[in-house]
Each structure stands twice: as structure tokens, then as C-alpha cells.
């Protein structure tokens, strides 16, 4: 299955526009603020019902106009699937495959699997854990839905939890009974999601050490250790032992919503000690690893669409060659790269010999390019 028309109204900076891509690789070539990351955000709105970047989809719309809609053609299997994204100001997002409208929009995650990479990665390491803990979840949502719905009831029971907790304190009366009905919830879902993390992250680990020997090509060792509450301690004793803790400062402070990724080097913090090139090489080996699950553990084994923004970010010649190398291997299937530089890409392909498609921006227009306008890199 692969993305093979693409069509934008009113999306960011675009007023109009259609693409038909190729089924592999696929480049969109401009400068700085020409509208290339907005296209690929298109394309993970089809898959994941929202921006990577932008959590307010009213901001996503193009300034001054009333709505956006984004439409993609897939194609694949001898059928076609039509994904429609529509968003007006002040009314609820409107998602259709093939006409009908979802009642639920987790219903959709999963089913057109997608990988993102880009520079705001960088948020996994330098920011707190509630990006890490997203990272996490996407991965394991898109190939497992019981898991989204019960992180969706683990969330409700918290904020009831929550304000439980805070309506003792404003009362200045506890009852213990009322709270374990929240406790009890926050066990029966939290469980089997800490359960599922652990298992997902014993298979992906090693994945993702592969992909990291595989580009640095260097001999550091890279570790991903899984921090938890629940770790040392069952769900139930840990509750009772942070309840004095939760009640002075009236939140839930014991559960898989405080579950962390540490990211190491060579038995180091990442973020402490890994040079810009080996932190940006760490978080290519978790996305690959990523792409390489979710194609594994997808029902159709269908390839996922695979998201590269800004590629030559942060990375030298040497290790985007290899990427490039590893992502015209046949495991991946439909790839969208972007490059501030016009012909750089296409000539790397080139000299691989790996074919792509290459798309010129500009300011919210798009051309397609011949292979034949390409000029040598001076
Ligand atoms: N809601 C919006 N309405 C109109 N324009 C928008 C909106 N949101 C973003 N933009 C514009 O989109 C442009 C940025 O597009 P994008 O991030 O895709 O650029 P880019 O080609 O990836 O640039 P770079 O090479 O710097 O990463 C900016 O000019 C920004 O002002
Ligand atoms: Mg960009």
C-alpha cells in the first residue's frame, strides 16, 4: 500500500495542491520556509489523524482560511483507499476512509502504518519523559489497538483519581473506599500496558542496537533501559505506598504515567555525553527500529510509510550515505525525504543507482522535476 495522490486545501502554507508520488522514494527539494516539512505533516495526518508537529489542528489551518482538507489516494492489493481529513475552525475534525466517517479516531491509528523522523526529535532527548513515554505508546498503538483504548481508560481513571484527591483536599475529608474504586482502575488498565511496554521493549532493544552498530559504524554501545514504578513493586503496594505523597500534593504520583525511557552511552547519559552526530545517530536507530517493528507486527506485513525531514541535519556525508543505503533496501516501501538542497539528493541516489522521484518547492507551489534538469553539485 502506498500513497500515490496526495491532495491539500488550505493546509498551512499551501492554498492548493496535488501530488501523485512514486511508489519508493520520493524528495521534496526548496529552501528554508518553502513548505516541505508541511507536506510530509500532510501525510502523517492521513495515517495518525494529527500534525507531528502542531497539537491544535485549528493552527494547522492555512491563516485566514476557514478550514483545511488533506486527501490521499493509497493504492495497493489491486485496491485503492480513500483517506479524507477535513478540519473547520470551531467544529470537531472530520476523518473518512473511503467515504465513512470514523466514530473513533484511534480506529484509524495503525491501519495505514507511518514512521516520522525529523530535528524535533531531539525533543525525546532533551525533553521530559512525557515525550518518551509518546514515543512508546505511538509505536506499540500502531500494531496493537487494545492497547490504545486501555491507555485511553488508564488517562480517564487518572484524572478522576486526581480529582478525587483534590476534592479531599478542598473538603478536608478523605475516604479511602472512594479512592481504591480509582486505584482498582488504574490496575486493571495500567497492568497489562506495563506488561505490553516491557514485552515490546525486550524485542525492539536489540533491533534498535543493530541499527545503531549498522550507521555509526563505530564501536560505542548503546543501551535503552526501561525505568518504572512498577519495576521493583506490584501496582497495588506501590499505590499505597505514594498515597501520603499523592494526598500533600494532590496528584498521582505512582504509575505507568510516570514510566521513563534512559537513554545510554557506553554506560553514560545520552544527553550528558553523546556528541549532536551520535545523539542524532541514536535517534535514527530508534526510528528504524521503529519502521522495522511496526512492518513486522503489522497484520498485512505492509511496509510503513517512512517520514525523513531535513535529512542532512546534524548527520555527516558518510552516515547519510548509509542511510540512504538502508532505505532502498526491499524491506521499505514508500519514503519521503526532504532536502534544502536541490539536487543533492537526487545526485546521491544517482550514484547508488536507486531510483526516486524529485519534487521542487517553492513558497507553497510544487513542480516535479526531471531527471534530466538535474545539474552537478559544483
Ligand atoms: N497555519 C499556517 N498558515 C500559513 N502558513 C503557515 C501556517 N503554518 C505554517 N506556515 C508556514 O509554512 C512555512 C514553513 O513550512 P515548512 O516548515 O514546511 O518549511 P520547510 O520547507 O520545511 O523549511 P525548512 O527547510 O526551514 O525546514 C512557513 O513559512 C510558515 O510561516
Ligand atoms: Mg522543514
Request: glycine letters at 6%; proline letters at 3%; one cysteine or more.
Amino acid at each position: 500500500m502506498f500513497l500515490k495522490e496526495l491532495s491539500l486545501i488550505h493546509f498551512k502554507n499551501y492554498e492548493e495542491a496535488r501530488l501523485e508520488f512514486g511508489p519508493a522514494i520520493n524528495c521534496f527539494a526548496g529552501d528554508n520556509g518553502s513548505g516541505k516539512t508541511n507536506l510530509l505533516d500532510a501525510i502523517h495526518y492521513l495515517s495518525l489523524c494529527k500534525s507531528y508537529f502542531n497539537p491544535i489542528d485549528s493552527q494547522n489551518i492555512r491563516h485566514t482560511a476557514p478550514f483545511f482538507v488533506i486527501q490521499g489516494i493509497y493504492s495497493g492489493n489491486e485496491k485503492e483507499e480513500n483517506l479524507y481529513c477535513g478540519v473547520k475552525r470551531g467544529q470537531k475534525k472530520v476523518f473518512k476512509r473511503n467515504q465513512k466517517e470514523y466514530e473513533r479516531l484511534a480506529e484509524h491509528i495503525g491501519a495505514f502504518p507511518l514512521v516520522m523522523i525529523s530535528p524535533a526529535d531531539s525533543e525525546l532527548i532533551e525533553g521530559g519523559s512525557e515525550s518518551r513515554r509518546r514515543f512508546l505508546d505511538s509505536v506499540i498503538s500502531q500494531y496493537d489497538r487494545r492497547y490504545l483504548d486501555q491507555l485511553i481508560q488508564y488517562n480517564r481513571a487518572l484524572s478522576q483519581r486526581n480529582a478525587l484527591l483534590r476534592q479531599f483536599a478542598d473538603s478536608g475529608q478523605f475516604d479511602k473506599q472512594s479512592l481504591e474504586v480509582w486505584d482498582m482502575k488504574l490496575i486493571d488498565h495500567g497492568a497489562p500496558l506495563y506488561e505490553e511496554r516491557k514485552r515490546f521493549l525486550a524485542e525492539f532493544i536489540p533491533i534498535f542496537q543493530q541499527h545503531y552498530k549498522q550507521l555509526s559504524g563505530s564501536g560505542e554501545t548503546v543501551e535503552l533501559r526501561y525505568d518504572s514504578n512498577l519495576n521493583d513493586s506490584a501496582f497495588a503496594e506501590a499505590l499505597e505506598q505514594a498515597l501520603p505523597r499523592d494526598r500533600s500534593i494532590l496528584h498521582s504520583t505512582c504509575g505507568i504515567h510516570r514510566d521513563d525511557l534512559d537513554f545510554r552511552m557506553d554506560g553514560h547519559s545520552l544527553r550528558k555525553t553523546g556528541s549532536q552526530g551520535q545523539q542524532k545517530t541514536y535517534l535514527l536507530a530508534l526510528k528504524l527500529a521503529q519502521f522495522d517493528f511496526l512492518r513486522l507486527h503489522h497484520d498485512a506485513d505492509a511496509a510503513p510509510i517512512l517520514l525523513l525531514d531535513d535529512i542532512h541535519d546534524k548527520l555527516d556525508e558518510s552516515r547519510v550515505k548509509k542511510l540512504m543505503q538502508i532505505i532502498a533496501e526491499p524491506r521499505f516501501g514508500q519514503v519521503f525525504i526532504t532536502d534544502t538542497h536541490a539536487n543533492r539528493l537526487p545526485l546521491l541516489f544517482g550514484e547508488l543507482r536507486i531510483n526516486c522521484r524529485v519534487f521542487c518547492v517553492q513558497k507553497g507551489a510544487i513542480i516535479p522535476v526531471e531527471s534530466d534538469d538535474l545539474q552537478p553539485l559544483s
